[in-house]
């Protein structure tokens, strides 16, 4: 067999923060001119749609343990996939020299027919290999599939690595042999040219960090290699190559919050990165897969649609936008350009929807062809702007709510924009303040954008996860939904959990989806109030049940800001900050007596349990956050038992809170506040609820709740408790938990003890930051503080109206 001729070409590569701040335009633009209440025009562009699911051939009999699908080939006539995978064992214990490996593993490759969506072949790549070989990886090229994989030698001394080829079409195995080289981890393929490029992602072990091999693989078969390495051994993350010419890309690599740009000279491996001004018109965007199109030009992903990179103007193209076409944008975020050209494209992927009830991850494998309409079927309607508040992809949910309401109303149809997306990773955070300093920042600075949008008319019309932005509720800035909701009723809907998002009688957001945050602990540890603590109730909880060890880790600063947002009804109310009440001067004196000057960083935390999983899970109380039915369930295993949710001290022992896990909100200068209603009813519905309740997430409708709650304990009393915990001891029924409904009726009343949702205002909590520490160091006493942050904070309430 042919062995590639390999020369490595290492290079070394110093990052500077010199260069470009933004991780590869990863960051909020907040630019770009509202679509609000333009017409849509019979030339506005739209893709119609063809979309095939594939649904592979597998063993009826056996169960499956996970599978996944992805794309060999596409031509003009047929499509290659393959499907990998296993199926689960029939026995707790192997026996290697009884039971052959290969009978439980899924590698398949089914060739079908564009044409008629029919299955032309498949191939099943696992049969006639030597038991218990180890399949490595299935490759097309040239006309063949190639599968390799290890095993021993004859005289089992020797571990070899082998290769098959065989015909797509006849699925004859037309030839065996050795093989190099297995590569550790290859993530993509770009064809620039004649040349391939595969992108090898390693790991450095000592650091804990990821950098990369670059394989050139030229038209003669040999394979020169590149590396890419952080000088500090920093992580590094490569996700598309741009094809500059037939000879030359410019590479994208993340580290940390920068992007750096490369050029790389594909005939004599030249490498550069000093290219921050060179490339900077790049930024603003979030390049998440890039390909050469048929027709020559290149072409990448990025949050919500498709552009076309023109290198010599230096110019983006928005080629498609995931609102112009009747696909949600949920789908769409999950699948990757196959074939592109500038009439028509090919998207397909593995959608990894992971079903909370079942242990088994089962892809669901997606083509969806894409071509440009001679006209578009909404001409005539006005465009209703809608924006994502804090993450960058639109859930399944609400996805599917914007395409009932453009499919169902016949005068508007809802745009989803990038204006305000906005990059919540940061690889630093080493601690709770970090991560609450962090999203600080980042809700200050999207807060100011919107409410000067909105006051302007220039905002989106509607508003998903907004609820962290306590500045725009007023008014000035957003509807009170109440009028719109009717009158819901208390035997369906949790009202009280609606109830809690008020503010001062006012609903600008309304929660769709929420989560409880409390202390997770026995209900004997609770206060007099039996869902909370007052401050010296939590105090003595913490001298004696904690011994001392606070469930809540920040910083003196953040806590203060933590508790106070928790109860801040009791120091704003009506545009009007009073902090010469008694509670404010309580909960200071709790922080400066009994919270550390800084937060304890994680890895000492951690530290602490010297790494053992048990010692994590058994405590008496845990700060939580509950998503939904079977996450409650396995935090009461975690704990061994203890099932009550309480509040976090407080002045008046108030129980745990509410917080939008799912929210929206319609801007008070929406185009049409009606129309933005009927969408908010959308996201009520019984079917929306159902769908968001089928993630396990807890939501308004109490049915949708129920039924959630009735499947996870099914689950989590069968496999599913293995699948979390694994295996304990010979027996692991020594240790299991058995759930009923009766751990669901707890959850239901732990919700409906819920009577806040803590209010968030990242200028006020910024002052609070900024104040309050001088009163904790002992620099000035708590009545001075009180007043210079309550001045400030008047001000900044003030200049909003």
Request: glycine share 6%.
């Amino acid at each position: 067999m042919h062995k590639l001729s390999v020369k490595a070409v290492s290079v070394t590569l110093i990052l500077t923060m010199a260069l470009s701040a933004a991780a590869c335009g990863k960051k909020g633009s907040g630019n770009g001119k509202s679509r609000s209440g333009e017409t849509i025009t019979a030339d506005s562009p739209w893709f119609n749609t063809k979309i095939f699911h594939f649904d592979p051939e597998l063993d009826g009999s056996k169960k499956v343990n996970r599978v996944s699908q992805r794309l060999l080939e596409i031509d003009d006539d047929k499509l290659l996939i393959l499907t990998s995978g296993d199926y689960e064992y029939e026995m707790e214990f192997i026996d290697y020299d009884e039971v052959n490996c290969n009978d439980y593993d899924i590698e398949t490759v089914t060739v079908i027919d564009r044409a008629t969506n029919q299955t032309i072949q498949t191939l099943d790549l696992t049969k006639d290999l030597k038991p218990n070989s180890q399949i490595y990886g299935t490759e097309y090229s040239n006309g063949k599939i190639t599968t390799k994989y290890g095993s021993n030698s004859e005289e089992e001394e020797d571990y070899i690595h082998f290769s098959r080829d065989f015909d797509p079409l006849t699925g004859e195995l037309i030839g065996t042999g050795e093989c190099g080289e297995i590569l550790d981890w290859v993530l993509d393929d770009y064809q620039i040219g004649d040349y391939l490029i595969k992108t090898e992602s390693l790991w450095n072990e000592k650091y804990n960090s990821a950098y990369y091999h670059l394989h050139i693989i030229s038209p003669d078969g040999s394979d020169r290699i590149v590396e890419i390495k952080d000088v500090n051994n920093e992580d590094i993350n490569i996700s598309a190559i741009l094809a500059k010419d037939e000879n030359n890309v410019v590479i994208p690599v993340d580290k940390k919050n920068e992007c750096i740009y490369y050029e790389l000279d594909l005939n004599t491996l030249a490498l550069s990165s000093d290219n921050s001004d060179e490339y900077s018109w790049l930024d603003g965007k979030s390049i998440e897969h890039s390909v050469t199109g048929t027709d020559g030009r290149t072409y990448f992903q990025a949050d919500r649609g498709i552009y076309v990179v023109n290198f010599v103007d230096k110019t983006l193209n928005e080629f498609f936008n995931y609102s112009w076409c009747g696909v949600g944008s949920s789908t769409l975020s999950e699948l990757y350009i196959a074939e592109i050209n500038e009439n028509s494209f090919v998207l397909m992927g593995d959608d990894w929807s992971y079903n909370e009830f079942s242990d088994s991850y089962r892809s669901n494998f997606t083509i969806i062809e894409f071509t440009k309409a001679d006209a578009n079927p909404h001409a005539g309607k006005k465009i209703l702007e809608l924006c994502q508040g804090n993450i960058e992809e639109i859930g399944v949910a609400v996805s599917d709510a914007i395409i009932e309401f453009n499919e169902s109303n016949t005068e508007y149809y809802i745009e989803v924009t990038d204006r305000y997306n906005y990059d919540y990773t940061n690889w630093t955070i080493s601690s709770s303040d970090e991560q609450s300093a962090f999203l600080q920042d980042i809700n200050s600075e999207m807060s100011t954008r919107l409410a000067m949008d909105l006051i302007n008319g220039e905002g989106p019309d509607i508003l998903i996860n907004a609820s962290q932005y306590g500045q725009l509720n007023t008014p000035e800035y957003l509807t009170d939904l109440t009028p719109y909701l009717d009158d819901l009723d208390s035997r369906k809907y949790f009202t009280n959990i609606i109830d809690s998002a008020k503010v001062n009688g006012k609903l600008y957001n309304l929660p769709i989806s929420f989560y409880i945050e409390g202390i997770i602990t026995d209900s004997e540890n609770a206060g007099s109030s039996g869902i909370g603590f007052t401050i010296p109730e939590y105090e003595n909880f913490l001298d004696t049940i904690l011994n001392g060890k606070d469930v809540i880790d920040n910083g003196q600063a953040y806590y203060f800001v933590k508790l106070f947002n928790n109860m801040s009804d009791k120091f704003i109310s009506d545009g009007k900050a009073d902090f010469s009440v008694p509670e404010f001067k309580e909960i200071a004196d709790f922080v400066k007596d009994n919270a550390p000057e800084d937060a304890v960083l994680w890895a000492a935390f951690y530290a602490d349990f010297e790494g053992d999983p048990e010692l994590l899970r058994n405590r008496d109380a845990a700060l939580y956050s509950c998503y939904g039915c079977c996450d409650y369930m396995y935090k009461i295993a975690d704990m061994t038992g203890s099932s009550a949710i309480l509040g976090i001290p407080s002045a008046d022992g108030r129980g745990p809170s509410a917080n939008a896990n799912l929210s929206v909100a319609v801007s008070a200068k929406a185009y049409n506040v009606d129309a933005c209603a009927q969408f908010v009813k959308i996201l009520l519905s019984d079917d929306i609820q159902d769908l968001i309740a089928s993630d396990d997430n807890l939501v308004i409708n109490r049915t949708s709740f129920r039924q959630q709650g009735e499947a996870a304990v099914e689950y989590i009393n069968g496999d599913g408790y293995w699948a979390y915990f694994g295996w304990e001891g010979e027996d692991p029924n020594d240790k299991r938990l058995i759930f009923s409904d009766q751990n669901i009726d707890e959850l239901e009343n732990i919700i409906l003890s819920c009577s806040n949702m803590p209010y968030s205002d990242a200028a006020i909590n910024a002052i609070l930051i900024e104040e309050m520490p001088a009163y904790f160091t002992g620099q000035k006493d708590i009545d001075s503080v009180a007043k210079i942050a309550q001045d400030r904070v008047q001000k900044a309430l003030d200049e909003r109206n």
